[in-house]
């Protein structure tokens, strides 16, 4: 029963360029969240989705950042134009629609951007 | 809005106990988590607190005063491996809010 499916592990991109990270969430969870953490800070909420789905992306940037969660398939976290500052590790995390199960998280992405 | 406070760093010994403190502000309550997260990986589910109490689990206890905002976790018979970041998450509206995490260093 695999976990959340993050990927790419590691992904660099030269400024300007566009960044896509993909989630596969839990097996049986239709909730699906990301974040982002900087290095040594906490995990800041980015957007909430469901399938087809934005529940809540209040954490977004206004420019640049997209996220979808279609009917099949991974939700996606666009960055385009990606700058220095958006160097960091981003997690998908999924849950079950019951709030006391928890997150499960995925391996995270890094992004290094150049 | 949601506010929560955890200490920064924390240093014990391998075979002590440590509690991690959490103190919290939210417009609702539905309930607080811990999550551990060594360095490089995702966090990972501790425990679940709904109810004022004590919940226990093996080494790892997790406490809750819902009139006080305030939460603990405890750590007992330390290992170096509970190395690690330890996280006060509060959710609200389908989304957790995360404290900046206490780092826990164990040493021998």
């Given at each position: 029963n695999a976990g959340v499916m993050q990927n790419p592990r590691h992904l660099v991109r030269r400024r300007g360029q566009e960044a896509r990270l993909r989630c596969s969430p839990m097996k049986g969870h239709s909730h699906v969240y990301w974040y982002r953490q900087l290095p040594e800070e906490g995990l800041k909420f980015m957007v909430y989705l469901q399938k087809e789905n934005i529940?809540?992306?209040?954490?977004?940037?206004?420019?640049r950042f997209s996220a979808e969660f279609p009917k099949e398939g991974p939700s996606i976290l666009r960055i385009q134009?990606?700058?220095?500052?958006?160097?960091a590790a981003y997690f998908c995390a999924s849950s079950p629609p019951?709030?006391?199960?928890g997150y499960t998280f995925g391996s995270g992405t890094r992004l290094t951007v150049v | 809005g949601q506010n929560i406070d955890q200490p920064t760093e924390m240093t014990a010994t391998e075979g002590a106990i440590v509690q991690i403190n959490c103190t919290y502000q939210t417009s609702g309550f539905n309930g607080l988590f811990w999550y551990q997260q060594h360095a490089g990986e995702a966090p990972t589910f501790l425990s679940y607190n709904v109810l004022d109490g004590l919940e226990e689990k093996g080494r790892f206890s997790s406490f809750l005063s819902r009139s006080k905002g305030y939460s603990y976790l405890l750590l007992k018979e330390?290992?170096?491996?509970?190395s690690a970041s330890y996280l006060c998450a509060v959710p609200n509206a389908g989304k957790s809010t995360f404290g900046d995490g206490t780092t826990l260093t164990v040493k021998p």
């Open positions: 529940i809540d992306e209040s954490g977004m940037p206004k420019e134009q990606v700058v220095r500052g958006d160097s019951t709030e006391s199960y | 330390l290992q170096m491996k509970d």
